[in-house]
């Protein structure tokens, strides 16, 4: 697994490369939007995506935990698709997700698409959950925070390096009051940072961990305006 | 089509055997119009009356679309009837109106009980309602109206009184993905109305046969009769010649504009046809900037809003425009009487185009139409004069139609579950009725089918929410209403890129740019667009916020709509006159010149083997190679000749290649010319780069988007929707790794390898020079070689600096290239 170590609020942090953000610390692994069942979302307008997007997502997912073997995993919000994607899940996916919160403290954040993510599934659902002197939550409260770990807008960069077009999702922090994650899930797309709706929740200094093809990289907000496309 | 103008007067009347004669009234009328009818147009009575199908193909001028409706607008004043007769598809919308408005005249002049309505997307919900109810005789349509039309419970009823389908401008949907639809939507009319006969309309075109068969249920090119228009109009046509210094390197042309204008004074009415779009803008601003007399100079291209599209075209028909700049956004559509200028800015890259534009101007069937053609560089000049000897020869180099795409089979099969229930057996027979799916295999019509109706992937996932409705295995039908609408709310085989509007100020909106190309944009640049020099300010409720900025330099637009390559034909020829110095007397002297230091420094490439030659420049080693074959095969050459020289160790640093040749430029030199270009580079690496290649990923999305795997974008949908939505990448690469073989990545490699047709030009030139690689080792580059190594300094540098550096580099380059010569 390749990371980049940062630090947000004091506590020293692991943005790895599969967009899961590990707090040694606490020995807990967080991830954002794994969107489960997205793909099989559309089944019932007639538009029938491969179905594949879960056990990826899940897969992906069960790497990172293997290798860092935290206790505790939180999983911050639009978790599932929506409340039916359990439902459309099939059964070993279930089973994966199981053996998960069977063997992890597993928090279920919940999130605009999962307002109720069902129990059936284990682990604990919670709208926010405050650890230490950080606060886990799926949306940004927006204006002044402290410590605020939060997913929901997919965050990824665009950028132009040499002529060469290049666009990839990460991680955007200003280092103390607001830490966004990227999106997890197999078919997550993303909002690029420059968008207003990020900017304007990043009106000072700030940093980006890009997810790259081998490895993350830190861009500070200066680099990135130069390559901005 | 024609106007019914005076042009009919001198042709000659078919002779071999006495025509089914006009009715009287019809004979009347020609006569009261002092016109006298066409050759092909009484031959087309005679198919009429044997109900056979028939392929007229006549240039542009010709009447050919009356020829079409004659014998419908005979049938009908003779035996009036109240339902669906003939049907007229066109590949433009626009086409509808102006064959509308010239039918109206004779059926309002002989006071025909015809009835005639248009379909296309344009349509408004009341009139389409009423078309179902009460169909029009004629109907005016497209072939996405026609699918859509065709997926409603009635259509068995509307069709079944069909007559006849015309279908204009045919060379140009025959062999594309919207001609795919058209043909299997006239498979279907053929089950519902089974004496209805087919005439296709065309240009003059290469392979008349291919599009009969392709025209032909069952692809039988023998049930479908040719007729030829008049042979076709006489043109002079020449080279622009210019007393400026004609570039080294340039797309634009801008040093003959002052000779430009001058002709446009000097002719009635002027289209000015350019390659690109952006070029269409660069070209109407330095002309606007001559235009002291105020003369009424229009721009015409297809990223510009509709209604400033059809202003421009209105005020063509009606003579009160001067000129024209557009692209091939004015290839098709009605005659322009006034119209006896026709220029090319820039090579015209095929002659069928080429003939086919020449024929917008000179309306007149019996004045000669008059062509300028204007090099925007020095290898154009070439080229122009190559095109220029094939069309005098008639030479044509338009390729014959491909098999149909399955994505559109899909789509198709769909639409028609909408209608009706079928048995997948007889779907199978209509489908293998239309041309271009004759040969289609059965087992790819199950997959086809079963992606339809359940995604066909190997989890069998979604059983349960299933698209059709199977009735004891053997008939299928849609399974809701609400699946009908999503299936009709998509039809159609277009798929564009994102685009956004763009809006001048608060209201006016100019038309639609890219979106990759805003993006590249900061608050602040400046853009050509519209004729306007535009300062972008932002993105504004998913419109380009832009006020005027005078006297800026403008950043150019780099959308780069229709870049065609050079085709095989005219490259054959670029290379013979190279190769033929005694050809050389009629180039201009500039360009006489310059091939003759070329033979004395270096050597010509020769019309059969390929010329590479190698030297070094500013402690780099070159490469530059005169292939010949097109920019896109070069592009691909480009990536292949690097990757084998980076396993060589020869450390290759970039490439870059124009429609004529590849340079390459390395740390260390190539020594083994011949085990470079040997033709096992089409194996491995091209396997290895086509996989990760941007190519099978966009194709992908085409047919993705077209099968209805997933959904177009519609107009307006939010940016923050857009994470919302699955990119095409991701699923993609999840099918890739999970369902390799399933029936869309089938779908995405055929298609793909059949775009590919320059990777054959790649893999034929490879074969060609074999043991016929003369490489030419130079202390300094060529003269040959100085417009691809000024294209270098393009491809880095950018901005307004560009020009500076490229004055500099154009000076060092000239003096290295004729130091020798000392001729400048």
Request: proline share 5%; net charge positive; hydrophobic share 40%.
């Amino acid at each position: 697994m390749t990371s980049t170590e940062f630090e947000f609020n004091g506590e020293r942090m692991l943005a790895d490369l599969s967009g899961a953000l590990i707090w040694p610390e606490k020995n807990t692994v967080v991830v954002s939007d794994l969107h489960l069942a997205k793909g099989t979302s559309y089944a019932s307008r007639g538009v029938f995506l491969p179905p594949y997007d879960s056990i990826e997502t899940l897969s992906v997912l069960n790497g990172v935990l293997t290798h860092y073997s935290p206790n505790r995993v939180i999983c911050l919000g639009d978790s599932f698709h929506d409340n039916d994607a359990p439902k459309r899940l099939r059964p070993e996916e279930k089973d994966i997700i199981r053996q998960f919160t069977q063997l992890y403290d597993w928090i279920w954040i919940t999130g605009n698409h999962d307002p109720t993510p069902t129990p059936t599934l284990g682990g604990k659902i919670a709208s926010h959950i405050g650890i230490a002197n950080l606060m886990f939550r799926h949306i940004t409260i927006g204006g002044v925070t402290n410590g605020e770990i939060s997913g929901h807008f997919h965050p990824k960069a665009r950028l132009k390096i040499k002529g060469k077009k290049l666009s990839a999702r990460c991680f955007i922090s200003d280092g103390t009051d607001r830490l966004i994650l990227p999106a997890f899930g197999t078919y997550t797309g993303g909002l690029d940072i420059s968008h207003p709706t990020i900017e304007a929740l990043f009106s000072g200094n700030y940093m980006i961990f890009l997810l790259g093809q081998r490895k993350v990289f830190t861009l500070p907000k200066t680099v990135l305006k130069t390559y901005a496309r | 089509m024609a106007q019914l103008s005076s042009n009919h007067q001198k042709t000659k009347y078919y002779r071999k055997k006495k025509p089914a004669p006009l009715p009287a009234i019809f004979e009347n009328w020609f006569v009261s119009n002092g016109w006298r009818p066409h050759t092909h147009q009484l031959k087309i009575l005679e198919i009429a009356e044997q109900q056979s199908h028939a392929l007229i193909t006549a240039p542009t001028g010709g009447g050919k679309t009356l020829a079409g409706f004659l014998p419908t607008l005979i049938e009908l004043a003779n035996n009036p009837q109240g339902s669906l007769h003939t049907l007229y598809i066109s590949p433009l919308k626009s086409l509808t109106s102006d064959i509308r408005r010239n039918l109206e005249v004779p059926i309002s002049e002989m006071q025909l009980p015809i009835s005639v309505s248009i379909r296309t997307g344009d349509t408004k919900q009341s009139v389409r309602q009423h078309q179902r109810k009460k169909p029009p005789n004629i109907l005016l349509t497209t072939p996405e109206s026609l699918t859509l039309l065709l997926s409603y419970h009635d259509a068995s009823i509307i069709f079944k009184t069909l007559k006849r389908v015309v279908i204009d401008e045919i060379h140009v949907l025959a062999g594309t993905k919207r001609g795919d639809q058209l043909a299997l939507a006239l498979s279907r009319i053929q089950q519902l109305a089974p004496k209805c006969h087919r005439i296709g309309l065309s240009a003059t075109i290469a392979h008349p046969i291919a599009l009969s068969a392709w025209l032909a249920p069952k692809g039988q090119a023998n049930l479908v009769t040719r007729i030829e228009g008049s042979s076709g109009k006489k043109f002079k046509i020449n080279l622009l010649k210019t007393k400026q210094k004609i570039p080294w390197y340039s797309h634009s042309a801008l040093h003959t504009m002052e000779e430009i204008y001058q002709e446009v004074e000097k002719a009635q009415t002027t289209l000015i046809f350019v390659n690109t779009r952006a070029q269409a803008e660069i070209t109407f601003q330095a002309l606007w900037k001559l235009n002291k007399k105020g003369l009424p100079i229009a721009l015409h291209h297809g990223s510009l809003a509709k209604i400033l599209r059809l202003r421009v075209e209105e005020e063509m028909a009606s003579g009160s425009l001067k000129a024209v700049v557009a692209t091939s956004s004015l290839d098709l559509g009605v005659d322009w009487a006034a119209v006896d200028l026709m220029i090319q800015i820039g090579a015209p890259k095929g002659v069928s185009r080429l003939i086919q534009r020449i024929g917008r101007a000179g309306h007149n069937l019996d004045t000669p139409s008059r062509a300028l053609l204007v090099p925007t560089n020095r290898f154009e000049v070439l080229e122009c004069k190559a095109a220029l000897e094939a069309a005098v020869e008639g030479t044509l180099d338009d390729e014959t139609p491909r098999p149909g795409g399955y994505d559109v089979l899909a789509q198709h099969m769909l639409a028609m579950a909408c209608s009706h229930s079928f048995e997948a057996d007889k779907m199978y027979t209509e489908i293998t009725a239309a041309a271009p799916y004759v040969s289609l295999p059965r087992v790819i019509f199950n997959d086809v089918l079963d992606f339809i109706d359940h995604g066909g992937y190997a989890l069998r996932t979604y059983e349960q929410w299933r698209r059709l409705e199977n009735i004891e295995n053997k008939t299928y039908k849609i399974a809701s209403q609400k699946v009908a609408r999503r299936v009709r709310m998509n039809i159609g085989t277009i798929v564009e890129s994102q685009m956004l509007q763009v809006r001048l100020g608060r209201q006016k909106i100019l038309g639609k740019i890219e979106e990759n190309f805003i993006l590249g944009l900061l608050p602040g640049d400046t853009f050509m667009f519209g004729g306007h020099v535009l300062r972008f300010q932002g993105i504004r409720n998913m419109a380009v916020a832009t006020t005027l900025a005078a006297g800026s330099e403008p950043k150019v637009p780099s959308y780069q709509g229709g870049r065609l390559p050079l085709s095989t034909h005219l490259a054959d020829r670029v290379r013979s006159i190279l190769a033929t110095p005694q050809k050389w007397p009629e180039l201009p002297n500039q360009i006489r010149d310059w091939l003759g230091i070329q033979s004395r420094v270096s050597v010509m490439p020769k019309s059969d083997g390929l010329l590479v030659e190698t030297f070094k420049r500013s402690g780099r080693a070159f490469l530059v190679a005169y292939c010949f074959e097109g920019r896109n095969a070069h592009q691909t050459l480009g990536i292949l000749l690097t990757k084998r020289m980076e396993r060589a160790g020869l450390g290759p640093i970039g490439f870059v290649g124009t429609d004529y040749n590849i340079a390459i430029w390395s740390i260390h030199p190539v020594t083994d010319i011949n085990e470079l270009f040997d033709e096992d580079m089409l194996g491995d690496d091209l396997e290895e780069w086509l996989a990760e290649s941007s190519l099978l990923r966009r194709t992908f999305r085409e047919v993705a988007t077209i099968s209805g795997l997933i959904e177009r974008n519609h107009p307006g949908i939010s940016k923050t929707g857009r994470q919302m939505t699955v990119s095409s990448d991701l699923i993609y690469d999840t099918l890739r790794r999970y369902d390799p073989e399933h029936i869309m990545l089938r779908v995405t490699r055929r298609d793909a390898a059949r775009g590919l047709t320059d990777i054959k030009r790649l893999a034929d030139m490879l074969r060609r020079v074999k043991g016929k690689i003369i490489h030419k080792e130079l202390s300094r580059a060529s003269p040959l070689s100085v417009p691809i190594l000024l294209e270098i300094g393009k491809e880095t540098v950018g901005g307004t600096h560009k020009d500076m550096l490229l004055d500099e580099a154009e000076t060092v380059l000239i003096s290295e290239a004729f130091a020798t010569e000392n001729i400048l």
